[in-house]
């Protein structure tokens, strides 16, 4: 059975399905009326949402805003999550394209019209995502996110550039088409603000659509003024228009 959180107009309801014989289990958020297609918003959250509980994955970053209203769009925001001590990558990786698929079929999501968003390991994940799939998404939207290890933490990188000499410019090279919204906080002392900045150049150099909001007052959480900001949204409107 389903377990549905509702707000004033809108839900949160658990979702499950079957992938390579486990029980994968996710949050959907949408308006509980409107079209009966929407565009889609992934969202991939960060290291301590990870966990069982299939509702810690909504308690950070998009999941907020959506409950505080600040979301102005008709969006299916769909919200899987990592077990303990697990990344965005291989199989879980697979799991969570498996339920963004699963959203688009059983929960009214348009799969032509797909954006991406994370943050910090989450944010991660949107590259790595992205770049399994680089014509799947109609925008990515990385928060406090970066490319490569840091020390002493070898499982936070984006694992599809393992090898490459240069991972931003080969980042930037593959995923060029496809329009960013990034924003990391200058103070940033978990995911270190060169990562983006690096990201942002090699994207530029591409000659790819970006929009980089450095926060210079902000340290790792960005991603409450992200989702705050009217302008992401307008933005994200005409990218999925």
Do not use: K
């Not at 959506?66 to 697979?94: E, I, T, Y």
């Not at 090699?202 to 909001?213: E, I, V």
């Amino acid at each position: 059975m389903s377990v549905v959180e509702r707000t004033a107009h809108s839900e949160f309801v658990e979702r499950s399905l079957v992938h390579d014989g486990e029980l994968v289990r996710y949050r959907i958020h949408a308006p509980r009326q409107g079209v009966a297609t929407r565009p889609v918003l992934l969202f991939l959250h960060g290291s301590g949402e990870r966990g069982m509980d299939n509702i810690a994955q909504t308690r950070v970053g998009l999941g907020p805003a959506l409950r505080r209203g600040v979301v102005p769009l008709p969006l299916l925001a769909v919200f899987p999550q990592l077990p303990p001590g697990a990344s965005w990558q291989g199989v879980h990786a697979s799991r969570a394209l498996a339920v963004l698929e699963d959203a688009c079929a059983r929960c009214g999501g348009d799969g032509t019209r797909v954006a991406l968003s994370g943050l910090s390991r989450g944010g991660y994940g949107v590259w790595e995502l992205a770049l399994l799939q680089p014509a799947r998404y109609r925008a990515l939207i990385p928060i406090c996110a970066g490319l490569t290890a840091r020390v002493g933490s070898p499982d936070l990188r984006v694992a599809a550039l393992d090898g490459c000499a240069d991972p931003w410019r080969e980042a930037a090279r593959r995923l060029a088409n496809v329009p960013v919204w990034m924003v990391h906080g200058a103070l940033d002392d978990v995911i270190p603000v060169e990562q983006s900045r690096r990201m942002a150049a090699a994207l530029r150099d591409a000659g790819a659509p970006l929009h980089y909001r450095e926060l210079p007052e902000a340290n790792h959480n960005a991603w409450d003024a992200a989702y705050a900001d009217a302008q992401l949204w307008q933005w994200l409107q005409r990218m999925l228009d």
